[in-house]
Every structure is written in structure tokens, then in C-alpha cells.
């Protein structure tokens, strides 16, 4: 019995492999780089099954992991925002529940769209949708888009009242 280096490069497809193949017969190294025994594609294949498994295996545990911790940064499990959210506040002493209409406030007006995700799976659409009837400030981007996507008019929402009562310097 003898051991050979080889390399599966070709076999492998994308993975430049190479390990250490173990033949089990009597066979000089010559005759072997000249006529692979029938067994070393059967080998390669399961080889590269194997790293397939493997591969699988490993993004659902990055997936189990993601979801585990739900992306969680902080001691009161607020899920991980985009960092330019709360840039004058501490992430980690903010509350979910406690300062809803802050958080709220932030995502629609400086959020990303996985923040808006974020919320939208935390909260749901109707607490959302009823903070933000109740806010004083919103860009009126923001104000289109909850009002569109929550199907309630644009004048149902307290920024629309006290944005029309507002007077501007220059109206443009």
C-alpha cells in the first residue's frame, strides 16, 4: 500500500483541491501516472459530493445562525439597523417598544429598505401605520410612502396637518 498527492483541479469543477489519495493495491507510481485504476473517478465524484454536502451544510448554518440571533447588536435585542439611523443616540439604550415612534420616525425618513423590512416584521403594517399617523415630522417621501402602502390618505397624518399650516419663506 502507498499514498500519492493529486491533484482533483479538473474533477473538482471551481475548487482547486488537491488531498491525499490512498491506493490499496500493488502498483508502481508509473504504471498509476500513466492509467489511473477506474476507482479514482469513482473517488473524485464522491469527493466532490461530499464538498457539495459540505457547502450545503454550511449556508444553513450561516442561515440558522442569522435567524438565531436575528441579527440582534445590543443588550435590549434591537435587530442590527443601518448604522446612519440613530447617529446621535446610543443604539444599545434604545427599547423597542419604549421609543417605537422614534425608531419608526428614523426608518421611514433615513432608512434602508432592510430596515424597513426589519420593522415591517417586527411591528407589522398597522402599528405602523398608526405611529406614523401620530408623528409631527415626516419628509413628505416618507408621508407618500406609508400612505401608500397602508392605504390611508396623506391627510389623515398629523406631519400633513402641521405641514400645511407651515408657513414657507419661498415657495418654489
Known amino acids: 500500500m502507498f499514498f500519492r498527492l493529486i491533484n482533483l483541479k ?11 489519495l490512498a491506493t490499496s493495491f500493488d502498483a508502481l507510481p508509473v504504471q498509476l501516472d500513466r492509467f489511473p485504476p477506474p476507482y479514482i473517478f469513482f473517488l473524485s465524484f464522491a469527493v466532490r459530493i461530499i464538498f457539495l454536502i459540505f457547502e450545503q451544510v454550511k449556508t444553513i ?19 442590527a439597523f443601518s448604522p446612519n439611523l440613530f447617529w446621535d443616540v446610543k443604539a444599545d439604550d ?29 411591528y407589522g403594517l398597522d402599528q405602523i401605520a398608526s405611529t406614523a399617523k401620530d ?34 419663506l419661498w415657495h418654489f
Request: glycine share 6%; proline share 3%.
Open 10 to 20: 479538473g474533477l473538482m469543477g471551481n475548487n482547486c483541491f488537491t488531498g491525499l
Open 61 to 79: 448554518m450561516d442561515i440558522h445562525t442569522y435567524l438565531g440571533t436575528m441579527g440582534k447588536n445590543n443588550k435590549n435585542n434591537i435587530p
Open 135 to 168: 408623528l409631527r415630522s415626516l419628509f413628505p417621501k416618507s408621508l407618500a410612502f406609508i400612505s401608500t402602502v397602508s392605504h390611508i390618505p396623506e391627510n389623515q397624518f398629523r406631519c400633513y396637518e402641521l405641514l400645511q399650516s407651515k408657513d414657507e
Open 94 to 122: 434604545l427599547d423597542m417598544e419604549q421609543h417605537k415612534a422614534f425608531i419608526v420616525n428614523r426608518v421611514l425618513d433615513y432608512g434602508q429598505w432592510d430596515d424597513w423590512k426589519t420593522i415591517l416584521n417586527y
